[in-house]
């Protein structure tokens, strides 16, 4: 399993980001992609998920209304929408399969300041 996350930055409170993650080494089409987060001195956290049809999505309490996350599998990618953005959103973002496997990617960090 190999994934590669992009589409991080800084931005503002209520702003927007849209983050990308490719995958490889592994059929794709067979395995539900998580959307997981972690912020400095905290544990990693499941965020979202999506299963392989890319129809049931799932999310934490407090990104719902607000993160979509949705898959494009002739891609090989997985992407998560975050909008109204907040400062608590801020994180390293990881993807995964469902269930994880053993192999993180480098991550994309988020920075919500103003």
């Known amino acids: 399993v190999q994934v590669v996350e992009s589409g991080g930055g800084l931005v503002q409170p209520g702003g927007s980001l849209r983050l990308s993650c490719v995958a490889s080494?592994?059929?794709?089409?067979?395995?539900?992609m998580t959307w997981y987060r972690q912020s400095p001195g905290k544990e990693r956290e499941w965020v979202a998920s999506v299963d392989t049809s890319g129809l049931r999505r799932d999310y934490k309490d407090s990104v719902k209304c607000r993160f979509s996350i949705s898959r494009d599998n002739s891609k090989k990618t997985v992407y998560l929408q975050m909008n109204s953005l907040k400062p608590e959103d801020a994180a390293v973002y990881y993807c995964?399969?469902?269930?994880?496997?053993?192999?993180w990617g480098q991550g994309t960090q988020v920075t919500v300041s103003s």
């Open positions: 080494g592994f059929d794709f089409r067979a395995y539900g």
């Open positions: 995964n399969t469902r269930p994880a496997s053993d192999s």
